[in-house]
């Protein structure tokens, strides 16, 4: 059996072929993420959070980039997911006798990139309040944190970074 097509439809169907095999032929890193996917998931680890089931930092990539911005004692950029908890989440929460629960105030995101506001609020072990107000800005990549920037009152965080001594 000879079927004939017209050619119209024949370079239609050519092109749609092209354009497929393209896309797949990308890379995964190179075709662009959803960014209602990566919202999602950073609102879902948000939520995790603020019910004590989990965190953003189970987001991190172990190569993740996070930049703490601004003067604070603990300003800097730490090179990997483990730099980053060992030196700042860990000692902080060790400060805590409970921990932060965070409130969002808005999600935005660009792109691979979410950006977070929100504030966080506990009780340290002093038994004095620890609240501070956050902006995060998160690129993610393949559902995880690849690099971040964070902002938030340094005088706030200064103040109870040396008043409280981590629970050995």
Known sequence: MNIRLPRTTFRTIALGLLVLAATFALPASAQAQ??????????QAF???????GGPYDLLADD???TITGNSLAAKTYESREAFLS????????????GLKPTIRNLYSDG????????????A?????????YAW???????RIAKAFAFFDSIAFDEFWTRVSPAP
């Open 34 to 43: 959803d960014p209602d996917r990566n919202t999602d998931i950073v609102r």
């Open 47 to 53: 939520d995790a959070w603020a019910a004590g089931t």
């Open 64 to 66: 993740a980039v996070w």
């Open 87 to 98: 030196e700042v989440i860990r000692p902080f929460n060790a400060r805590m006798s409970t």
């Open 112 to 123: 691979d990139t979410v950006i977070v506001f929100f504030d966080a609020s506990g009780t």
């Open 125 to 133: 072990r002093d038994g004095k309040p620890y609240a501070n107000t």
């Open 137 to 143: 800005f998160l690129e993610l990549r393949d559902g």
